[in-house]
């Protein structure tokens, strides 16, 4: 596509590709400015409709008009291929720039950490989580300054309601929060937990949850935990060690409470006086409702791996609320949807847990357990696991919606 037009965009050159999209630097022919062209993969927009759902959450984000954050300005369609028009960034991704100058200096990471966390804690205070904090997101600019893209892209995708069964990312293995991968909502502390794997990566060059499948990574987010250097390098303040830990707690609640939160904690280390960021819950407010649906881990999966069941899907497992019913409800059709529904999933979830356990029982048999094939087996069975208490979660809430139901006739 290097020399295509795709409606009033003229193609410059590649920037690269990823799971759901191809991105180009282009020419806006009307306005005369360069953007940064996302080029949606056929495969997860497939119609009209679909693109329709997806721009309805894109337009929401792109409401963000904050500095470190990268606008969306423009979403169309041209040639049967749907795009979206960002602000160009001239610059490096952090992942670029780790890969090829290695780790960088504390006073970039606490640069880093106020830039993002910034950003983040000014998307939050307005009901919007990012979801998929990863360096690949995060541009640095030829003044030093970090800038977070993709706002409000995980999201969008999941509104085309195909990201289960078409093998695109729902967040990146590496910066999933272990709530995420039980199949939890996420919150404000799920981008800090990402952001904080972002920032120890861009400490030491290596990243903190690496593992050859999905599974295994999960089994590092949700049973390991964060094993921190116990050397930092040069420069690094002593009180990092325990800042970053409290980030990367299993429990939400155990952490700071947001990035912002652990920006200033960062920034505390080597000041006299906190950054210049909002440090209390009052200038940053945590909106009691957060954009919805929660990021759900679905099928996570790479290009390189194959595709690997963990955790729940919004087409195998739709959100059904607590299973509380009303009287107006008790007897009538809703009630019998609600149960035949959580009934399915019940089913589906009993089935994939069969499945994941009797597939890590064939991988753990003596000849093959070595490398891969043993962190694979452990990631299924964790899976299984996971996927059976689960099952037996839902299996009591169905039971307790017939009885209330059968109650209130």
Known sequence: MSSRQLGKYTILDSLG???????????????GREVALKVLKPALV?????????????????????????LVLDMDSAESRYFIAMQYIAGLSLDRILAERGPLPWPDVLRLAEDVGGALAFAHARGFLHRDVKPSNILCTSEGEYVLTDFGLTRAMMATGLTSHTGAVLGTPAYIA??????????PATDEYALACVLVEAS??????AGDTPPAVMTRHVLS???LPQTWPDGVPVGVNGILRQALAKEPTARHGGPGFLAVALGATMRDTAPVLPATATEWPVPTTIDEPSLD???VVSED???????????????LGTGEVSSSEADGEPVQTEAESLSRTCTVLVVSASLCLLLSAFLARPVAVEGAAFLASL????????LAVRAASKLAELDELRTKARDNR
């Open 17 to 31: 590709a990823g799971a759901t999209a191809e991105v180009f630097r282009a020419q806006d022919t009307s306005l």
């Open 46 to 70: 497939t119609d009209a409709a679909a693109f329709a759902r997806f721009a309805q959450e894109a337009q929401a984000a792109a409401q963000l008009f904050h500095p470190p954050i990268a």
């Open 178 to 187: 272990p709530e995420i991968w039980l199949g939890q909502k996420a919150t």
């Open 204 to 209: 030491t060059g290596e990243v903190l949850f």
């Open 225 to 227: 935990g964060a094993e």
């Open 297 to 299: 881990p679905g099928f």
């Open 305 to 319: 791996v194959a595709k690997i069941p963990v955790g729940r899907t919004e087409t195998l497992e739709p959100e």
């Open 379 to 386: 990631g299924l069975l964790v899976t299984g696991i996971v």
